[in-house]
Nanobody, 115 residues
């Protein structure tokens, strides 16, 4: 059974940083496209950042220049480095993997940006 396990969320002050990690129990992690989504209360889930199997990345306009997605295929892990955090970044952050028709989600990790 595929599992995606996020970690690294928490409470941080505006302007602070957090690094999220997602460990995936995928048999061939390197061929999956990976992404981070977030969902704030009362809002739809949205894509934050994605990294393709070949390493190409894309970001939501709201996080460009502040967030960086990366992956370590040897560790079956994808990361989201979040800098210059803002209160509007507060949400539950979800890890996602996809390969053709196969899509998997993690359970989510809460990120709260507040003074």
């Amino acid at each position: 059974q595929v599992r995606l396990v996020e970690s690294g969320g928490g409470l941080v002050q505006p302007g602070g940083s957090l690094r999220l990690s997602c460990a995936a129990s995928l048999s061939i992690f390197s061929i999956y496209d990976m992404g981070w989504y977030r969902q704030a209360p009362g809002k739809q889930r949205e894509l934050v950042a994605a990294i393709a199997s070949g390493g190409i990345t894309n970001y939501a306009d709201s996080v460009k220049g502040r967030f960086t997605i990366s992956r370590d295929n040897a560790k079956n892990t994808v990361y989201l480095q979040m800098n210059s955090l803002k209160p509007e970044d507060t949400a539950v952050y979800y890890c996602h993997s996809s390969l053709s028709k196969y899509n998997y989600w993690g359970q989510g990790t809460q990120v709260t940006v507040s003074s």
